[in-house]
């Protein structure tokens, strides 16, 4: 199906015509080098196409791309939509159409193209005529229609093709002008014989047909008569060579010449721009110009392309020539446009700002020169705060000399100009200086107490509050008394706001406290800023002076903006109106991993493996766009950016949506989805879902297969080990009962010993009592003997008896110790022979400790207290030279 659109035009009258459209160059190597552009064509979605040497260039605003079609340079072409354009070359014509990867892909449609011929064709202009597409070389018209071709010869050789109101003309070397009528050629009228009249294009104006010539200007065809139209505009074209014509629109022309640039003037021959290489054009010659929806006028020149912005209300001012340098300050009074900049104060008739001529005029004021910072109509007189000082400009005439400007003070350096009552409120590089009004002059009143600083902005509200800003510091709030003294001083330090440049701004009776960032109220209730909101936007101008915020207001709808080598003026109150397509366009997209990248399609399906993506989009050819996304597996919109470009890693498999709008001064565009499909990876497919079963089977078979072997072997593992076990157990269990035994035996023992300890003890205090009494008796019947025989007297008998048994009754008490010495003798004799400085008591407690006697017991024995035993036990050891490991029970029972 093919799409028609309306050629766009301007819906204002006029558009801005002081200064330079906005504009934009690219030099050859930005589109790789492709050679010269000689036809320029858009599709409805904004995207440009242009037929250069080497191919056909296609560019989105962001991105360049070139493709090869047929061999030669390529000369014309026609674009239907966004996916099919013609082009015509020398010795071929054919059709680009996008494949799946939305690139182009080219067939060629000359029927000669493999046939030698007699003439050289070269194919340097494309129509469409209701549903015929014609290709025009020299000698032939091609009509191509449903695969098939017509052809028309020339006259004699056709030197130029146009359309104007839906009418094909076409002009022949000797015959003059034809219209295409019914697949005919119509004769309408021959050229004259005394004019160059190569045509370079024509349109319509006041119902006649105005021819454009190359070397002759302009010609008219009214009422069946071809006359020279002698204008200003066509005596400009004359000397100019027009190569290339464009309408734009309704009510505007377009002249691109050999010698001198661009020409736009209206349908009644007013020159509105003359824009060269002095205001910023690449090149002087242009060979293709094409007007696009967007209301940019592209330009395919000698040396790169470029387009001019008349949609834009920016206008530019840039001194090429070295003319003025960089504006810093304007304004306008009395028709009158004076430019401060840093070298020094211009002045031009506003008239003279027009973009009708070669160059900008300006003249430097004698006296001025230097750097200009701001500027002031105060009474009707220029006050003028130079780095010089303030400076006065007497009178506001053309003819100035340098006795036309006054210098009103020795002080340098002001900044800023604020009147105030009878005063002048000046902001130096140093406080503020005050200048007092006496009759027609102006004189230095004072320096302004308590402000110091670099003062670079001054307000004031009502209530006589002054505003200071000082850059770096902060902003100074003041009451001023009536002799000029500030009262009530507050001050508000730079770092309590956030952001950068710091500015002052004024609205009706509010103060604002304004940084890049963010916009600050004051309060006269709480005496303090908060914040407003977000900084306001400006117009996107390029080369904008560092710290500039806010415009120069000259009129009430035109600013003023200073940029490095030059201005910019805004006329605020244009309205193009253009109805642009403004959808978002998908571009590529490209998926990748670790190793790879591949183009994908839309409608493809994402191999797994490639799950990452990358999706590039733009709407076609517009400045100042933002973009918005959102994701399917993610929530909510993203924040507006400028950026085009979306990435997403890891995606699962399964169907992705993703949704983009632009947003255009302040427009949302309409959504663009892109919907996008993941193969499942290899181990997710319905094939390896049945190689999963046939595993599934078989690993179960081999599963069962091996847990009966693994069962049977199981079984008889667990007879070996329960047998084992058992052998273990009952191991185990004998062990257990040796042990058992072993401390029975132990048990026996230990206490076998015990009732030997003790049953010695008893036998040999029995013995000892028996050999005792034995002995005693014994005694006691030798003395009865003696008495009996009378060998002693009976008295002295009696005394020995008693004495006697006395000596056995103290006895009786050491019988244990002397038992104890008895039943040792060999022990102590050994210890006597090592260890001669033993004593008896030593002997004995070694011979309790052998016997197993506890320090306890041993105390009990020998009536002391246990530590004393304790402390008996110690020096007995040091004595038998015992280290603190040695055990001295197993000592003794050792030897």
């Not at 020398?90 to 182009?104: A, E, S, T, Y």
């Not at 253009?578 to 399609?601: G, K, Y």
């Not at 733009?618 to 399917?632: I, M």
Request: proline residues 3%; aromatic residues 12%; charged residues 20%.
């Amino acid at each position: 199906m093919i799409l028609l659109w309306v050629q766009p035009g301007l819906a204002s009258d006029r558009f801005p015509s002081k200064g330079v459209p906005l504009m934009q160059n690219y030099t050859p190597a930005q589109y790789d080098n492709k050679g010269k552009v000689w036809s320029i064509d858009s599709s409805p979605n904004g995207i440009m196409y242009m037929a250069a040497d080497k191919g056909l260039l296609e560019y989105d605003g962001k991105t360049w791309k070139s493709y090869r079609g047929s061999n030669g340079f390529t000369r014309s072409v026609l674009v239907v939509n966004d996916s099919l354009i013609y082009t015509g070359s020398d010795l071929d014509f054919g059709v680009w159409k996008r494949n799946k990867l939305q690139n182009f892909e080219y067939t060629s449609l000359y029927p000669f193209r493999e046939v030698p011929q007699n003439i050289n064709e070269e194919f340097w202009d494309i129509h469409q005529h209701t549903d015929h597409i014609i290709f025009i070389s020299a000698y032939n018209l091609y009509l191509f229609r449903d695969q098939n071709i017509t052809k028309i010869s020339a006259p004699s050789r056709f030197s130029g093709s146009f359309t104007v109101n839906d009418a094909h003309y076409y002009a022949d070397e000797r015959d003059g002008l034809f219209r295409l009528t019914n697949l005919s050629l119509e004769h309408l009228f021959a050229f004259p014989d005394d004019a160059d009249f190569e045509l370079s294009g024509m349109y319509e104006h006041d119902g006649d047909l105005v021819l454009v010539t190359k070397n002759s200007g302009l010609f008219r065809y009214r009422a069946g008569v071809l006359e020279s139209w002698n204008t200003s505009l066509s005596r400009e074209l004359e000397a100019a060579k027009v190569f290339s014509f464009e309408q734009i629109g309704d009510s505007h022309l377009a002249f691109g010449t050999v010698l001198k640039g661009l020409y736009v003037s209206d349908t009644n021959g007013e020159i509105l721009h003359h824009v060269n290489r002095q205001k910023g054009l690449s090149s002087n010659t242009v060979l293709s110009m094409h007007f696009s929806e967007h209301g940019k006028l592209w330009l395919g020149m000698d040396y790169g392309v470029s387009w001019l912005n008349f949609s834009s209300s920016l206008t530019f001012f840039y001194d090429y020539r070295g003319d003025f340098g960089t504006g810093y300050t304007a304004v306008l009074n009395n028709n009158t446009f004076y430019l401060g900049t840093n070298q020094g104060l211009y002045q031009s008739d506003w008239e003279n700002l027009n973009n009708n001529s070669e160059v900008n005029r300006f003249e430097l004021i004698p006296g001025t020169e230097g750097q200009v910072w701001d500027l002031k109509v105060i009474d009707g007189k220029l006050f003028i705060g130079h780095d010089l000082g303030l400076l006065l400009l007497r009178d506001n005439i053309r003819s100035i000399n340098t006795n036309s400007i006054e210098r009103l003070h020795t002080q340098t350096g002001y900044w800023t100009i604020l009147p105030y009552k009878d005063y002048i409120l000046a902001g130096s590089y140093n406080g503020i200086s005050v200048f007092e009004r006496r009759g027609d002059s102006w004189r230095y009143h004072k320096q302004l107490e308590l402000i110091r600083g670099s003062v670079n902005q001054l307000i004031i509200t009502e209530g006589d509050v002054l505003w200071v800003n000082i850059p770096n510091y902060g902003i100074i709030r003041a009451v001023l008394d009536a002799n000029l003294y500030p009262q009530d001083k507050q001050i508000f330090l730079s770092t309590e706001f956030d952001g950068n440049d710091l500015q002052l701004k004024r609205v009706d009776e509010n103060v604002f406290a304004i940084t890049d960032a963010f916009q600050y109220e004051y309060s006269s209730d709480r005496k303090e800023f908060s914040e407003y909101g977000s900084a306001e936007g400006r117009p996107d101008i390029e080369n904008v002076l560092p710290g500039i915020l806010e415009p120069v207001l000259l009129q009430a709808d035109i600013e003023f903006y200073p940029v490095f080598n030059g201005f910019v003026l805004n006329f605020s109150g244009y309205d193009s109106r253009l109805e642009a397509n403004n959808t978002v366009l998908f571009r590529t997209i490209e998926a990748f991993n670790n190793e790879d990248r591949v183009a994908i399609s839309p409608e493809q399906t994402i191999p797994y493996r490639f799950n990452n993506l990358n999706v590039d989009f733009v709407v076609p050819n517009q400045d100042g766009v933002l973009y918005q996304y959102k994701f399917s597996s993610r929530e909510g919109w993203s924040n507006w950016d400028t950026s085009s470009y979306f990435e997403v890693m890891n995606l699962g498999q399964g169907e992705h949506t993703l949704q983009v709008r632009a947003k255009i001064n302040g427009e949302i565009s309409e959504i663009t989805t892109l919907t996008l499909r993941i193969a499942p990876s290899w181990y997710n497919t319905w094939y390896a879902y049945a190689v999963y079963a046939i595993l599934a089977i078989s690993l179960s078979l081999t599963i069962y297969i091996w847990l009966t072997m693994s069962l049977r072997k199981q079984k008889h593992d667990l007879l070996v080990r329960q047998q084992n076990s058992l052998r273990e157990q009952t191991e185990k269990h004998k062990q257990r009962i040796a042990q058992l035994e072993q401390v029975r035996l132990q048990s026996e023992y230990d206490d076998v010993v015990h009732q030997l300890k003790s049953k010695t003890m008893e036998l040999a205090n029995k013995a000892k009592e028996n050999e005792d009494k034995n002995r005693l008796l014994l005694t006691l019947k030798d003395k009865i003997d003696a008495i009996q025989s009378a060998q002693i007297t009976p008295i002295t008998g009696l005394r020995n008896l008693n004495k006697l048994l006395d000596d056995n009754l103290s006895a009786d008490v050491n019988t244990f110790e002397i038992q104890m010495d008895e039943l040792h003798q060999e022990l102590f004799k050994q210890l006597k022979s090592k260890y001669a400085d033993l004593s008896v008591n030593d002997l004995r407690l070694c011979a309790y400790v052998k016997l197993g006697f506890s320090s306890k017991e041993i105390a009990d024995i020998l009536n002391i207290k246990p530590s004393s035993a304790y402390i008996n036990r110690s020096r007995l050891r040091k004595k038998l030279n015992l280290a603190p490991e040695d055990d001295l029970y197993t000592f003794l029972n050792s030897l």
